[in-house]
């Protein structure tokens, strides 16, 4: 079995996909190269992901210690630090097992980056992409991905899947817990967001899901008119979702009043990052089975 690995700055997520039952969702073309995007991820293939919290790699490693077989290799993405990733290439080295951590290129697997300097956009970014669309078919829509962790990514990709680039702001914990820790009087708050707050908890739950939701709204009114008026799809992961999910919901529906559109559905992704890894996994077997 190979290992995927996603290392956060908050969870380290991690599952495993068994490339020899998955192979056949592979199509290499000559020379080894895949065509078409990236392969399907048959779901008998991939393991159930578990999280550690804090990035516990002891709670890893001891999880690896579970598995019914030895790992063979592991393909990883890492934004928590070179710190974390020595912690984890250590408890790999125990079974015998190496790591390859991932860089995001100009092209791969039909997503192709706009980013100025593409290998330095977020390696969890990347992948969390890519996972989008393996699980696409085709024709593949245009999308906008949300991610809301540590911080809240939001990622456009046009239907042809050339990634146009996207915006980072503190999640909706950080932006709770800096107003905690940057003021005398703010709490760290614990309420719901409403449209007119009578109180400091409820003040400061509306402000940071107004923030999110915001700017989510930008960015997929950005990427309608980039697509000459063509909504695009919206997918949305993380564990911050639940705390903007609501305000979202109300501003795309205030949208989609405005322009006419039907309304916008945002669709829930599970673990994007190591779909992405999968299909990383997948389409390097390939490759090397045809070469």
């Known amino acids: 079995m190979d290992i ?7 969870r380290l997520k991690v599952g495993w996909v068994n490339t020899a039952a998955a192979r056949g969702a592979t199509d290499a073309g000559p020379g080894g190269t895949v065509t078409a995007g990236p392969p399907a991820l048959p779901s008998k293939s991939l393991a159930v992901p578990c999280a550690f919290d804090n990035n516990d790699t002891d709670a890893f490693a001891a999880w690896l210690d579970t598995l019914p077989a030895a790992p063979r290799r592991a393909l990883g993405s890492n934004v928590a630090g070179p710190a974390r990733a020595a912690a984890i290439e250590a408890a790999l080295a ?3 097992c190496a790591i390859e951590w991932i ?12 980013y100025q300097y593409p290998e330095r956009l977020g390696s969890d970014r990347w992948a969390a992409m890519l996972g989008v669309l393996s699980r696409l078919p085709a024709p593949r829509p245009a ?3 949300a991610s809301f962790g540590t911080a809240t990514t939001l990622d ?10 996207g915006l980072i702001l503190p999640g909706p914990v950080m932006m709770r817990r800096a107003l905690e820790s940057g003021t005398a009087d703010l709490p760290l708050a614990r309420g719901k967001p409403v449209l007119f ?35 695009p799809a919206l997918y949305v992961a993380g564990g911050g979702w639940h705390e903007v999910e609501a305000e979202t919901r109300r501003l795309l529906a205030q949208v989609s009043e405005a322009t006419g559109d039907l ?3 945002p669709q829930v992704v599970d673990n994007p990052v190591l779909d992405g890894l999968a299909s990383l996994l997948l389409a390097q077997t390939a490759a090397a089975s045809s070469a």
């Open 263 to 265: 309304p916008c559905e």
């Open 143 to 145: 999308f906008l991905l």
């Open 197 to 231: 707050p009578i109180e400091t908890h409820a003040a400061i739950a509306t402000g940071v899901a107004a923030a999110q939701a915001g700017a989510v709204v930008r960015q997929w009114l950005a990427a309608r008119q980039r697509y000459e008026g063509r909504p």
């Open 94 to 96: 125990r079974h015998g």
């Open 156 to 165: 456009t990709v046009g239907a042809e899947g050339v990634f146009e680039g």
């Open 4 to 10: 995927l690995i996603d290392a956060g700055n908050t």
């Open 103 to 114: 860089t995001p290129r100009k092209e791969a697997l039909g997503l192709t980056s706009r």
